[in-house]
């Protein structure tokens, strides 16, 4: 059975930085891209980042430069360090495997999510 068990998450203020993780079983996930995918309320889902097999990575604009996916291949565990946090990312965080490319869709294997709140 496929499973991604995520932790970290939870209140910062703006301007602090937090790390969420992502662990992987029953899947060799380290020939296959992890991407990070973000859900607000109100709003659709928000692509964050990916990272191929190769360990190419790609951002989108809204996190660039201050959010950085990797992984530890070891710990079958990918991350996102979070740093400069805004208000506006406020929202539940997801990682996910995508089946093709970097970005998951509903049908591919998914965290269970972990809250993320930028307030002061």
């Known amino acids: 059975e496929v499973q991604l068990v995520q932790s970290g998450g939870g209140l910062v203020q703006p301007g602090g930085s937090l790390r969420l993780s992502c662990e992987v079983s029953?899947?060799?996930?380290?020939?296959?891209?992890m991407s990070w995918v973000r859900r607000a309320p109100g709003r659709e889902d928000e692509w964050l980042c990916g990272?191929?097999?190769?360990?190419?990575?790609a951002y989108a604009d809204a996190v660039k430069g201050r959010f950085t996916i990797s992984r530890a291949s070891a710990k079958n565990t990918v991350y996102l360090q979070m740093n400069n946090l805004k208000e506006e990312d406020t929202a539940s965080y997801y990682c996910?495997?995508?089946?093709?490319?970097?970005?998951?869709?509903?049908?591919?294997?998914w965290g269970q999510g972990t809250q993320v709140t930028v307030s002061s």
């Open positions: 029953g899947f060799f996930y380290a020939t296959f891209a």
């Open positions: 996910a495997i995508p089946a093709y490319g970097l970005r998951p869709t509903k049908d591919d294997y």
């Open positions: 990272m191929y097999n190769d360990g190419s990575t």
